[in-house]
């Protein structure tokens, strides 16, 4: 299932009333604006909504409208939450509605055994879509579950766990927890037990078309590492074997730049061939790396992603990067009062187009202010 389209309200007519609106998503995304505009924020959003169908992250308040599809459905999820319960929420299918909730905590959802809606009371802070998952009576509630556990968070901009070592007594057989990007080591790990050979063949190819010619990728015992407690077995580290290298290069020796792109690829070619479908959010796409390499990282991930069934969503603002990504791609943010618009391909057509006409690089549809003409939308 793919997400097509999100609209979220937080604290309205509050000082700290916070909106998003106009967001519409593709295969491909970019989120690009100005300082401060809200692109961290609107991707922590749709992250978040993942997080509280996955009930690792309660909300005090938030309201999320958000339209998804897939090969036979098209799926509406409205949910709002104030002061830590849920007022409202609604799920439909090809516009046929499944649940409605009440504040009270009651309403009805349709029962597939039975070919009916059933009546529930469900607790007042917990989402009905949650409490009332059932793969018997309400099958079409699971593919907003499975969305939310293929939503991937990447911040670039950190150490991607780079400070992150590994202490491992035996080879665990169980699929990597890819929730937890710090923990790279674990996954290459695992990733290399459950695909061996491929999963470091495909490293190594993305690696070497964004400029690390690596002959060598794996992960083994760090030397000259003396941990702070007595540990009865070995810490393990990544490392690499660069082309022009004798020696190992440890993530701890590394570039910031060379270890974030290495852990984005471990991370994203794992799932890929665990998975071969999902939601990848990186933020700050780009960071540390120079032109070249940030380009070409760039275009490592859209491949993969025009191939595979990911959906990707990256938020930048780094030139380089955003000549990279096409046009049509960008959801550009402007701030509103208490909030921020987006203005897309879709929504703003003649705008986008007639930028196209000037020959300017798209990183000149930002730094031309471009974005401040008038009649931006299609009417």
Known sequence: MRLQEVEYRQYVGQPQEWRISGLKLGSVNLIVGENATGKSRTLNTIHSLAKMLLRKQKFHEAHWITSFEDANSKYKYDVEISKGDVREEQFLVDNAQKLIRHQDGTGTILAVEVGKNMSFKVPNSEPAVLTKRDLVQHPFLEPLYTWAHSVLYYPFSTLMGRDRLGVFEEADETKADLSNYEAVVWIFR??????????????????????????????????????????????QGLYVQ???????????????????????????????????????????????????????????????????????????????????????????????????????????????????????????????????TENQSDE
């Open 242 to 372: 660069e082309g022009d290298i004798k020696g190992k290069t440890w993530q701890t020796e590394m570039s910031q730049g060379m270890f974030r792109a290495l852990s984005l690829i471990i991370q994203t070619v794992y799932a890929e061939l665990t998975s071969g479908s999902g939601c990848v959010i990186i933020d700050d796409i780009g960071e540390g790396l120079d032109h070249e390499r940030s380009t070409k990282l760039i275009q490592v991930l859209m491949d993969r992603a025009e191939k595979s069934k990911v959906q990707l969503i990256m938020a930048t603002n780094d030139r380089f990067v955003m000549n990279a990504v096409p046009l049509e791609a960008w959801s550009c943010l402007r701030r509103t009062p208490g909030g921020c618009e987006v203005l897309n391909h879709q929504n703003s057509k003649n705008l986008f187009d007639e930028f196209r006409l000037t020959g300017l690089n798209n990183f000149d549809f930002l730094a031309t202010k471009f974005l401040s």
């Open 190 to 235: 695992v990733g290399a037990k459950q695909f061996s050979g491929q999963f470091e063949s495909e490293v190594m190819a993305d690696m070497k078309r964004i400029g690390y010619d690596l002959r060598e990728v794996g992960v083994d015992q760090v030397p000259n590492v003396r941990p702070g407690l007595p540990i009865p077995v070995p810490v």
